[in-house]
């Protein structure tokens, strides 16, 4: 199933932060100020984004950090891709050197939840990380 590393939610935890105000240039040490986490951290999180396309890097002395495109264009997923390299990695929907690919009646429907999760996460949105749940559409919560 899915694993988030503390990284990667760190990452979701600071480009939900910069959404608040997208156009707004704002430092590594600002971030980590207001989220509460070492500044290395934010900065090495930073670059990661940055050279994901996600975030641009403004240079100067009244530079920083802002989103590369709206929130509500940037998702979850390319996220999570960034951080992690691949969005889900399930050893039981591959074939790689499992001693009970042949027997196993579950592979299938594994693979239909990993989709499913995949898909959700290529819809949910930065800007939907700002709204409760019940508000994002995406889902029903019921």
Known sequence: MLRISKLTDYALLIMGHMS???????????????????????????????????????????????????PGEITVAQVITIMEGRLIKSECSQHHDCTLHSVCLMRENWQKIN????????????????????????IDVK
């Open 20 to 70: 608040i105000a997208p156009v707004a240039t704002l430092s590594a040490s600002q971030i980590a100020q207001a989220l509460n986490l070492n500044a290395p951290t934010v900065s090495k999180i930073l670059k990661m984004l940055a050279e994901g396309d996600i975030v641009l890097s403004v240079r100067g002395s009244i530079g920083g950090y802002h989103l590369a495109r709206p």
């Open 115 to 138: 989709g499913l999760v995949q898909a959700l996460l290529h819809r949910f949105t930065l800007l939907d990380l700002l709204k409760p749940l019940s508000m994002s559409g995406l």
